[in-house]
């Protein structure tokens, strides 16, 4: 097998010598390629993709309700949630308040990174299956996706909010895909 030019034989890096180390070279590179063929092929698995998009909306929601709840907060001018039962929560000590506002915030970003985890999941899961089926990568797919994606989501609100939902995701999903995939400097490609 014939090296290509510029590289380095595995042998000579190995520090081996003679025909015994040629071939447990060829050997070795060959389980190189076969798992680097297998890592790839794993990885454009419709239910690895499904799984790590699932996994990084998870961690992205969770990061984005611990911030949108951390903005929630009663103000020492007022009280949003007090009730006849429970005091408002400018009222009570301040290590208290603390306690209440992380267990708050703690439900709220677990409750998002939950909702978006499925987001992430759905989407990329159907949007694999779809490429799958269709046999191209192109917007069709990205549209396809968010319109199953957002009709599911509004699917407890009835038929006109399945069809808005749908519409919805589907206009975001390739308003975002449009961007992505376009050209120039707004993508990080550069064309001259």
């Known amino acids: 097998m014939a090296n290509l030019p510029g590289s380095v034989p595995l042998g000579a890096v190995m520090g081996g010598r003679g025909s015994n180390?040629?071939?447990?070279?060829?050997?070795?590179?060959?389980?190189?390629?076969?798992?680097?063929k297998f890592m790839q092929t794993a990885f454009e698995s419709c239910p690895t993709k499904t799984i790590?998009?699932?996994?990084?909306?998870?961690?992205?929601?969770?990061?984005?309700?611990?911030?949108?709840?951390?903005m929630r907060y009663d103000t020492p001018?007022?009280?949003?949630?007090?009730?006849a039962t429970a005091p408002a929560v400018n009222t009570l000590p301040l290590r208290q308040q603390f306690v209440v506002?992380?267990?708050?915030?703690g439900k709220a970003s677990y409750s998002s990174a939950k909702n978006f985890?499925?987001?992430?999941?759905?989407?990329?899961?159907?949007?694999?299956?779809i490429e799958g089926l269709r046999a191209k990568?192109?917007?069709?797919?990205?549209?396809a996706s968010g319109c199953i994606t957002g009709?599911?989501?509004?699917?407890n609100g009835g038929p006109q909010a399945v069809a808005v939902g749908c519409a919805g995701f589907a206009a975001f999903s390739l308003a975002i895909d449009s961007y992505m995939r376009m050209p120039g400097e707004a993508s990080g490609g550069r064309i001259d």
């Not at 985890?117 to 299956?129: D, H, P, R, V, Y």
């Not at 192109?138 to 549209?143: K, Y």
């Open 77 to 83: 001018y007022g009280s949003m949630g007090a009730s």
């Open 52 to 70: 790590m998009a699932g996994g990084a909306g998870f961690v992205l929601g969770g990061a984005f309700g611990f911030f949108m709840s951390s």
């Open 21 to 36: 180390s040629n071939s447990q070279s060829l050997s070795q590179g060959f389980s190189e390629e076969q798992m680097v």
């Open 117 to 129: 985890g499925m987001i992430g999941a759905m989407f990329s899961g159907t949007e694999c299956c």
């Open 137 to 143: 990568n192109d917007l069709g797919n990205s549209m």
């Open 101 to 105: 506002g992380m267990k708050d915030m």
């Open 151 to 155: 009709g599911v989501l509004a699917r």
